[in-house]
């Protein structure tokens, strides 16, 4: 399976300010996902990252908000863009290989 | 409704005992059953992946999945104290995945 790099791995950030947040895989792959897990809830995909392409976002999720970019087949980034306390949760990308999706370690947002 | 209901827990069971975990759906298109493993302030784990109803086992755990019910399973043999996690089913169509809402498991030595 696929491993994949995340980081910052945590971070406290001012409200109105944006993070990026950065994966990389260890395998080229078509599609990379990135979701959002809000304290104590599961897992909400936000959108599906294609290279070269725009990124498709989920109902509820919006480019000026999240921009995404995905520059090359290993890499990806998730922008969070004028936060505000609710947008703090784990963060996590995600690629699709044989046998199952792979996520990485997440990245725990906390806006103050 | 949601999509995928699992019972939230928390489950508590003593050590070696067998633990069982339960999704259940509604949309009849999911093809692929996932289950994952989540300690706290880390990412999920892939346990297992299967695609047919029927049992898939892998050391201490076992998937089942009957999709005429459309609901799956795992079981852990002999649980142990680092069993102890959120457990999160996930299937898909397409490429899109569908959480449930995770099972919080304890096991006390």
């Known amino acids: 399976s696929a491993v994949i790099s995340q980081k910052p791995s945590r971070d406290i950030c001012q409200r109105g300010t944006s993070l990026t947040i950065q994966c990389q895989v260890d395998?080229?792959?078509?599609?990379m996902f990135w979701y959002r897990q809000q304290p104590g809830q599961s897992l909400t995909l936000i959108a599906t990252?294609?290279?070269?392409?725009?990124?498709?976002?989920e109902s509820g999720f919006v480019i000026d908000k999240f921009p995404i970019s995905r520059p090359n087949l290993t890499f990806s980034t998730l922008t969070v863009s004028n936060m505000s306390p609710e947008d703090s949760s784990i963060y996590l990308c995600?690629?699709?290989?044989?046998?199952?999706?792979?996520f990485g370690s997440g990245t725990r947002l906390t806006v103050v | 409704q949601k999509e995928v209901e699992q019972d939230p827990g928390p489950l508590s069971v003593p050590e070696g005992a067998i633990v069982s975990l339960n999704c259940t759906y509604s949309?009849?298109?999911?093809?692929?059953f996932m289950w994952y493993r989540q300690y706290s302030r880390k990412g999920p784990e892939l346990l297992m992946y299967?695609?047919?109803?029927g049992n898939k086992e892998d050391g201490r755990f076992t998937a089942q999945v009957d999709k005429s019910s459309k609901y799956i399973s795992l079981f852990i043999r002999d649980s142990q104290p680092s069993d102890s996690a959120t457990y999160l089913c996930?299937?898909?169509?397409?490429?899109?995945?569908?959480f449930g809402g995770g099972t919080r498991l304890m096991v006390k030595p």
């Open positions: 995600s690629v699709e290989m044989e046998g199952g999706y792979t």
């Open positions: 395998s080229q792959v078509t599609m």
């Open positions: 990252a294609n290279q070269g392409s725009e990124a498709t976002y």
């Open positions: 949309n009849s298109a999911f093809q692929y």
């Open positions: 299967t695609y047919s109803s």
């Open positions: 996930a299937m898909n169509a397409g490429n899109m995945l569908t």
